[in-house]
């Protein structure tokens, strides 16, 4: 029998800078409810997405274009905690994250809403079972400050066909377009459906990066980008569209503390 998993340590034990169940709607100081809008146009960036019972649910649904003609078939729906970019016709912009010459399509204004540089993230997932979906969350790099600024610390990935009583995930870290970092991804095995409520945590800094799920570590990196980073939260659809529609996964609280 393997042994058990590390516990995480304990929530820090003042109020968290960051604190958002949803209940009062979706805030327009807290999150951006679009994918990445500099590098598309506002209606395929834009996320759909309804309140529900415990939470904000993140829907694909079947008129729902894709966040570039590029990328087809590929349709998001994302909440992200800030927008920065370089004027249209440039590549500056947050999450440089494509090899295929990425343009500023539609230039958006800084704002930072939430961008720790380290600290801490717990927030509540239910992954979609639906056919083609991706449930994601990220710390990346904001980039206003220096285009190396661009690492990424991949909280989680589940894919719907990874999800059973045991769910199969991906997380760590990627490099991208930051020389000091090192691309580090490992899949890991969770005992528990992801496609139920459960917490999912960061803590990052001083060089080491701990990732857990419901208190206890499943992973931890040895490097930690140290320069603001927005959190982002997505319901993707990779592959050809096919129903029933929509399809749909449920952001819960989420609760931060940036050092």
Known sequence: MAPPLEHLS???????????????GLSPTRWVPHYLPHW???ERSAARYGVV??????????????????????????????????????????????????????????????????????LTLAASRADGCMVAAWLVGTEHLSDEHSGEICIVEIDAAGIDEVTTARCGVKAHHDPRMVTDMEEVTIPLDASERHTWTVIWGEGETVIGCEGRVVRRVAQAPDYPLFLMVDLFEIGAAEGPYPKAATVGRVTAWAE
């Open 40 to 42: 598309t146009t506002p």
């Open 53 to 122: 019972p415990g939470g904000l649910e993140l829907r694909i649904d079947d008129d729902q274009p894709d966040w570039r003609p590029e990328d087809a078939p590929l349709r998001v729906s994302n909440l992200q905690t800030g927008t920065f970019s370089g004027p249209v016709g440039s590549t500056r912009g947050t999450h440089r994250h494509r090899d295929d010459g990425l343009v500023v399509r539609t230039e958006t204004p800084s704002q930072l809403l939430f961008a720790p540089s380290r600290g801490r993230i717990d």
């Open 10 to 24: 304990p929530q820090p034990s003042r109020p968290p800078d960051f604190d958002d169940d949803f209940a009062s």
